[in-house]
């Protein structure tokens, strides 16, 4: 197994952790020694079919042969265009298998990045907490409020303890799983990105996307590259149902007739197998390829247009609740401050405002994270992965 890269100590972007998982992940390794595998069938399909040698020998007479197959009729152009055919489809699989995991990671990238936030809005709520808890304190030592308040005060601080402690074993367990990925169990890893969301792609851009998309998308250039090779079996059963002729070179030593040299051909005469079950069977192979090839078309388009949608919606999503929701955050604090210190609320009306605070922050980070999935499964289903390569 290849040397690991170490485990960084600093927070990490997205493109540094997947470039890590690529290159840590020992099931793209396995999988990019299928090129080396395909490989070594075309230097195979190169060789030249190896000569026979016989010697006997019966009194008075001694002879020895030589036979050299010849591949005239184009079976061994065939095997090598097949071969190199067969490269190119293991290393759009072994690319196929790069944008899988680079899929996975980054789902599990975005699930830390919110994590993180997600502890940091509990911690802060918990803070505002502590700073209303002064004043509550405040206005129990002044006598203008009853110890009940100190009370309840308690319990929601020993709530929000909780929330906290939640929040804090979530984060560790989406680090777990960003560690497990890049094959680095023993990192506590940290990580760092935006989360504003993009340049929001129009609605109608779905024709240009797809343009890109055709040809970059892995699993289509895989489903290409499977039906290039199976289309060119065909032709390679084809020639190999031909016979193939071995020219021979036979030297006898009699006794009586002396020395001499014969040469001869010998071929296969294909009277009863004339390999037609081969080709028949490339030319099944062939058509599953392509349907397979076809079905692969369809679903990377409905994905795409999915991926699109989603995108717009979360999109509208977020910008709405920024616009109608998270303004309102800052006055409502200071107001059920003010409202509780000049006698016009209770402790009830302070915490439930804390409370809802906290609730409409938590549930924006759960619209943001909706963006960020968005975003990037857009950017997989319109082939815009990283190159990274392992």
Do not use: C
């Not at 299928?34 to 079919?49: E, H, K, M």
């Not at 030592?141 to 009370?151: P, V």
């Not at 970059?216 to 039906?227: K, S, V």
């Amino acid at each position: 197994m290849a040397d690991l890269s170490p485990a960084p100590q600093h927070p990490v972007t997205l493109e540094e952790y997947l470039r890590l998982v690529v290159r840590n992940q020992p099931t793209l390794a396995a999988e990019q020694m299928q090129i080396g595998l395909a490989r070594a069938d075309s230097r195979t399909a190169r060789a030249f079919p190896n000569p026979s040698v016989s010697v006997s020998s019966k009194p008075g007479e001694r002879e020895w042969s030589v036979q050299q197959p010849l591949p005239i009729f184009g079976q061994r152009s065939a095997r090598i265009e097949n071969a190199r055919r067969g490269e190119v489809s293991a290393a759009e699989h072994a690319r196929a298998a790069v944008a899988t995991t680079l899929d996975d990671a980054a789902q599990s990238f975005n699930d830390l990045l919110i994590a993180q936030r997600r502890l940091v809005i509990w911690q802060e709520a918990s803070e505002e907490l502590n700073k209303a808890g002064r004043i509550v304190r405040g206005q129990i030592e002044a006598g203008a409020r009853s110890r009940y308040d100190g009370a309840r005060l308690s319990l929601q601080q020993a709530r929000m303890a909780m929330e906290v402690a939640k929040a804090d074993a979530g984060m560790q367990e989406a680090a777990s799983r960003v560690a497990a990925q890049a094959a680095l169990p023993g990192w506590i890893p940290r990580v760092e990105g935006s989360l504003h969301s993009g340049d929001l792609p129009q609605a109608n851009a779905f024709d240009k996307l797809w343009e890109t998309a055709r040809l970059q998308l892995a699993p289509l250039r895989a489903a290409q590259a499977d039906l290039d090779q199976a289309r060119h079996k065909v032709e390679l059963a084809r020639r190999e149902a031909l016979p193939t002729p071995s020219i021979g070179v036979t030297r006898v030593t009699n006794r009586f007739d002396g020395s001499y040299t014969q040469l001869g051909v010998s071929v296969e005469i294909p009277l009863f197998d004339r390999q037609r079950g081969a080709v028949d069977r490339a030319s099944v192979e062939a058509e599953q390829a392509s349907l397979r090839r076809d079905a692969a078309v369809l679903a990377a388009q409905s994905e795409l247009r999915t991926a699109l949608q989603q995108l717009i919606l979360r999109h509208a999503n977020v910008t709405t609740y920024e616009r109608e929701g998270l303004a309102q955050i800052a006055p409502l604090r200071q107001m059920a401050q003010d409202a509780y210190q000049l006698g016009r609320g209770g402790i009830l009306d302070l915490i439930d405002a804390l409370e809802s605070i906290t609730e409409h922050r938590v549930e924006y980070l759960d619209l943001v994270k909706d963006l960020l999935d968005a975003e990037w499964k857009l950017r997989v289903a319109s082939g815009n992965l990283p190159d990274i390569r392992p």
